[in-house]
């Protein structure tokens, strides 16, 4: 795989494009390890959902500018995370530009595809997130009923597949539909965010209900340890009216 790759800053933000005006990735120089756009945090929502140490074991499918795995890495230290990505050129990259560290005990990269990686590899995990594009904004084998299952069935019992899904695209009803097949219904898909992009949270097991002031709570809590910030998120998902009782699932 051959994919084109640009590099722009601006206001201090470093941005990741493969070939178009889509925003792959963004870092801010002076806090390389923080999420700078919005639906990256939201990747990480599952936090909220479930009690640390988790997750012990993260599986990423793309690297884009590694800031999930940067996070992942430097924020969450008892997190083993293993990374997927198609071009081995974006790895490169994103070591380059975007300071992913060097791989180790608790970092690895698999360069691959990422649908063939979970249904071949019989690993179990706690987090897994998916965030992977070409230069089109096509997911590709990404989006489909088989990969949704075989991600249902790599998970731990307290596991959280977090998708990013893009809610400008044709196929997004579609694929969002396939989602909640996979994991019957338990899907709890996060308010659209300025980009267009929709993230998607699901579980393999009955979903605990939380109340949104036990949320923010953590989402507090969070954001003092981490960084972190979801309490824009909270507060998102409850205008939306997406919680009418004050409480939600996953």
Known sequence: MNTPIDISEESGVRYLHFGSDWVQG???????NALELT???????????REAPWPARVLLIGLGAGSLAKFVYHHLPEARVTVVEIAPEVHAVAHQYFRLPDEGERLEVHIGDGAEFVQD????????AVDGFDRHARAGALATQPFYAACRARLAADGVLSV??????????TQLQRLRKAFDGRVLDLP?????NVVALASPAAGQSFDLATL???AANLKAVTG???LPTLRRL???GACPDGSVSL
Not at 121 to 128: A, E, G, K, S
Not at 192 to 196: K, L, N, W
């Open 26 to 32: 963004a870092m801010r120089l002076r806090k390389p």
């Open 39 to 49: 639906y990256t945090r939201e990747m990480m929502a599952g936090l909220l959902f």
């Open 121 to 128: 590899d019989p690993r179990q995990w706690n987090l897994i």
């Open 164 to 173: 990013n899904l893009f809610g400008q695209l044709r196929g997004f009803k």
């Open 192 to 196: 659209e965010c300025d980009s267009g």
């Open 216 to 218: 923010k709570s953590r």
């Open 228 to 230: 972190l910030d979801l």
């Open 238 to 240: 409850e205008k939306s």
